[in-house]
């Protein structure tokens, strides 16, 4: 079966993925006018809405580079269509990630896309569909801070510019953390090709933990301080500044007191 002779009704992108686009362009445009009363709420459904599309990019990166690769049942789990209620489960792929985002403003990865991997051959295209979804949260941040790192700011609403650093700050978090070779995380599923069987079975039990166990070290106050600077020099060099990353983050809480510097950008 080639890409063309899957049903179009699995190819077709899914009207909750284009309503969550819907919210993200009319938040942004509040976020970009000032048009809200509250600058806070715009900022929070602008960022939330962006990373949860960015969230089902990144999915079908991994289920286009699986179906290139050989396993044409993805088209038949819905993972084509966008739709975040497909990858695996609403309360994982969803919930959780905007949940990490407001606890910590961390961008931690949430749902995943079950590859038939018996189907693929090749050690290069399973490290290959594993490194899809990360290169994508890569280009979201290439693209999030290229009006920084391009100069291209003269113009930009102060608000709209602090949405813009934090949705950078959860991009490239979320790229950096996915790419860490721990079990269960897209990291790991790039060098898992490579390893010996035994080793694999070996830590195949740990995989359902992994996404926690970097959650509760980055608890640790030298671990968070630690990552958060390498985020804040990687950011720096593209341009975004401190000022971007913290009035992005205070004004997405909008249910707690903004700073006025924020709010009068």
Known sequence: MTTASI????????????GIVAV????????????AAQPGLAVFLFVTGAWIVSLCLHEYAHARTALHSGDISVGAK????????KYTHA?????????????????LPGGAVFIERGRIQGRWKHSLISAAGPLTNVLFAVVCTAPFWLGLLDGVPPVFR????????LQVTAAILNFLPVPGLDGYGVIEPWLSYKVR??????????????????WIPEVNRVFFDMVDV???SLGVGDLERYCGYDLFRFWREANPVCEAG
């Open 201 to 218: 079975r070996q830590v195949e039990p740990f995989a359902p933990f992994g996404l926690l166990f970097v959650f509760a070290v980055l």
């Open 234 to 236: 990687l950011l720096g």
């Open 7 to 18: 049903p179009r009704g699995d190819r077709r992108i899914s009207p909750v993925f284009l």
């Open 78 to 85: 819905g993972y084509l269509t966008l739709n975040p209620l």
């Open 24 to 35: 993200t362009a009319v938040a942004g445009w509040a976020t970009w006018t000032d048009f």
């Open 91 to 107: 309360l994982l792929s969803i919930v959780l990630p905007v949940l990490f985002v407001i606890m910590g403003g961390i961008g």
């Open 162 to 169: 602090y949405a813009l650093g934090f949705l950078a700050l």
